[in-house]
T-cell receptor, first 113, second 116 residues
Framework: GDSVTQMEGPVTLSEEAFLTINCTYT??????LFWYVQYPGEGLQLLLK???ADDKGSNKGFEATYRKETTSFHLEKGSVQVSDSAVYFC????????????WGLGTSLAVNP | GAGVSQTPSNKVTEKGKYVELRCDPI?????LYWYRQSLGQGPEFLIY????????DSGLPNDRFFAVRPEGSVSTLKIQRTERGDSAVYLC??????????????FGEGSRLTVL
């Protein structure tokens, strides 16, 4: 069945460091791909998305490119801030009528000043 | 309201008791999802409504769990004979339905259930 695999955390970085959180997926058809973020004490919210191959989603300095050939959607940011400390979830939604999101387990990021 | 509202935010109950968790979605959103999340885990799918009907309830773990959405807006997740393993944060999310469902879900802040 469809699945999402993301790198295990926790990830600890210093401020202004480069961030990569790997995400790969298995899915039939052409899913849409998402990164959601959960800040401490807050609900999940969409960070960015891509709906087709080679699309790049971007928001708040974060980017991820939908790579169908490697079935990946890695999250990157060139210079992290303390305020980026959160848990990041990669997810996919199937094409078709069943709009159930499939989630990765989440990667915790801590950014130190 | 502007966002998805879930009540109660915290619920502590004893093993064997009955619990109801409520979700008030964003106005106009016809798709509604229930997930639960345990510490250090991703959201676990429970059920997905399109309008009043359950489009996919394959994630409900057993027959102690039931959810309704009688008027296509507010939804209630009902848990009978609660067990300690039911302790988790129960998340509700809504979005536009049908062909406008792009997968961008709007989440509430969750209801934390603790079963003693």
């Amino acid at each position: 069945g469809d699945s999402v695999t993301q790198m295990e955390g926790p990830v600890t970085l210093s401020e202004e460091a480069f961030l990569t959180i790997n995400c790969t997926y298995t899915a039939t058809g052409y899913p849409s791909l998402f990164w959601y973020v959960q800040y401490p004490g807050e609900g999940l919210q969409l960070l960015l998305k891509a709906t087709k191959a080679d699309d790049k989603g971007s928001n708040k300095g974060f980017e991820a490119t939908y790579r169908k050939e490697t079935t990946s959607f890695h999250l990157e940011k060139g210079s992290v801030q303390v305020s980026d400390s959160a848990v990041y979830f990669c997810a996919l939604i199937r094409a078709g009528n069943n709009r159930k999101l499939i989630w990765g387990l989440g990667t915790s990021l801590a950014v130190n000043p | 309201g502007a966002g998805v509202s879930q009540t109660p935010s915290n619920k502590v109950t004893e093993k064997g008791k009955y619990v109801e968790l409520r979700c008030d979605p964003i106005s106009g959103h016809t798709a509604l999802y229930w997930y639960r999340q345990s510490l250090g885990q991703g959201p676990e799918f429970l059920i997905y409504f399109q309008g009043t009907g359950a489009a996919d309830d394959s994630g409900l773990p057993n027959d102690r769990f039931f959810a309704v959405r009688p008027e296509g807006s507010v939804s209630t997740l009902k848990i009978q004979r609660t067990e300690r393993g039911d302790s988790a944060v129960y998340l509700c999310a809504s979005t536009q339905g049908g062909t406008r469902n792009t997968g961008e879900l709007f989440f509430g802040e969750g209801s934390r259930l603790t079963v003693l």
